[in-house]
């Protein structure tokens, strides 16, 4: 059966595209990246193309090494970031369809802050946000600058689940469906039996009370996760709606793809209730030598300093302090673990040395999956490597803004709408709908937000 892909723009809030330091190129607009009208014309963009949402990373951590953020990442423009969330209801107000994904950490933000901030977001979208959970990326930076210790890794997804027991406990528990009743001539405005307390005594979290925001039109946003440890993987079987992988080899992601469809299935979900999608890096133009043309341009712009800087960001290892010929084979981390994995042969190939990884991640970040060539070689290669590891989509990740989404609307959509894997099943009103088909806008009963719906007889795990 042919897929209705979905996907995707990745993007961070800085001067640079999600590979190399290409904010210099004459053609990149990014650098503009503190004005409003960059992102919401960005917005309106991908809308127009008929993408079903915009991703906005965000990290509260950034590269050190030593304790130091390194003068490369301040010079290539990789440290400076803004805080997209203020951004989110600026593009809800430009945009009638597109989904709207950004980040929030679990390691970082208080649960009941961070639960009123997406139900009031998903209420002036009309239903279209989505909540990219992370335990933390460049954790070490991050918890120096909030004062915290590092956090063990797997402890951290521990402490996940019991942030997201709560958060359901308030966007799901807290008010019944019909619990508004806006009656002008009774006075009143909800009906008090039915909004109820909520009494959480969890390992890590702890609430008394009642939430104040009522149901928003998803009540919980669709929840996006992007940990593929085995540990990552555990957590988005129980709770992700929407996983992004790293575009590795098929092999690799076919096996990350079935092992996360048979944990869902263990914890009580069904295989199809989480959609899978693969980080992409699309270089394209009408011909095959003007992509080539584009790769190399980016080739120009990126340093080895630079991805070093990069890759101790995400993990915490300096690769420029390793032997060139030695490999990451026996190396463990308590940042990006999956970042480590992918390079330390474990899925039976042969592990690249300390050089080719910094050559690999200058050129493509830490995304593995280019394909470059005109329109239809580009959609030709999208639906093989659908075929071969049974993904749903892709995150499209630009280099060029709005180059690379202009690039990929004019030549490679035409070709995946001929193909019929894009455009051609019906989208719902929001993003949990455009996700997986009109109707479904709440959780389901088998999801645990489900079964913490007003109502149950215990909002305690």
């Known amino acids: 059966m042919t897929k209705n892909l979905l996907l995707g723009v990745f993007q961070v809030l800085g001067p640079n595209g ?122 070490e930076s991050a918890a120096a600058m909030f004062g915290m210790p590092l956090t063990a890794h797997d402890r951290r997804y521990d402490m996940a689940d019991d942030y997201l027991d709560l958060s359901y406990a308030m966007l799901e528990g807290g008010w019944e469906d019909d619990a508004v009743l806006a009656d002008r001539a009774a006075r009143r405005y909800a009906d008090a039996a039915k909004v109820h307390p909520l009494h959480h005594d969890g390992p890590f979290h702890r609430a008394h009370g009642m939430f104040p925001v009522p149901p928003s039109p998803q009540r919980t946003p669709v929840l996006f996760q992007a940990g593929s440890s085995g540990r990552g993987r555990e957590f988005a079987a129980r709770h992700a709606e929407v996983v992004f992988l790293q575009g590795t080899t098929t092999a690799a992601v076919a096996a990350n793809v079935a092992d996360i469809r048979a944990r869902a299935v263990a914890h009580g979900r069904a295989p199809d209730a989480i959609r899978i999608v693969v980080g992409l890096s699309i270089f394209t133009g009408a011909t095959r030598e003007v992509a080539q043309r584009r790769l ?20 915490g290892i300096d690769l420029l ?45 830490l995304r593995g999956l280019v394909l470059t060539g005109a329109g239809e070689q580009v959609a030709a290669e999208m ?48 993003l949990r709908e455009r996700v ?21 007889p215990s909002l305690t795990p």
């Open 383 to 430: 639906a093989d490597y659908v075929r071969r590891t049974d993904v749903d989509g892709f995150l499209l990740e630009p280099h060029l803004t709005p180059g690379t989404v202009d690039d990929v609307v004019e030549h490679v959509l035409p070709a995946l709408r001929e193909r019929g894997l894009f455009g051609g099943a019906p989208r719902g009103r929001t």
């Open 18 to 139: 999600m590979s190399g330091a290409s904010w210099p190129h004459p053609e990149n607009r990014q650098v503009e990246f503190t004005a409003l009208a960059h992102w919401t014309s960005l917005a309106r963009r991908v809308e127009e193309a008929g993408l079903d949402f915009l991703f906005l990373a965000d990290s509260y951590g950034f590269a050190t090494i030593d304790g130091r953020v390194p003068a490369v990442s301040v010079e290539e423009g990789t440290f400076a970031r803004l805080d997209p969330l203020v951004l989110m209801s600026a593009l809800a107000q430009v945009t009638t369809d597109l989904g709207l994904v950004t980040t929030t950490s679990t390691m970082f933000e208080a649960p009941y802050a961070n639960a009123r901030r997406f139900a009031t977001l998903d209420h002036l979208s009309g239903g279209r946000m989505g909540w990219n959970v992370v335990t933390g990326s460049a954790q």
């Open 296 to 315: 190399a341009e980016l080739d120009e712009l990126s340093s080895v300093e630079g991805a070093a800087a990069r890759y101790a960001a995400n993990t």
């Open 321 to 365: 302090a390793l032997d060139p010929a030695s490999t990451l084979v026996d190396a463990v981390g308590e940042q990006g673990q999956s970042n480590i994995d992918r390079y330390r042969g474990l899925d039976g190939g042969r592990p690249p040395t300390v050089r080719e990884i910094l050559e690999e991640v200058r050129m493509r970040a």
């Open 436 to 456: 997986f088909g009109p109707g479904r806008r709440h959780l389901g009963a088998e999801h645990p937000a489900g079964r913490r719906r007003a109502g149950a």
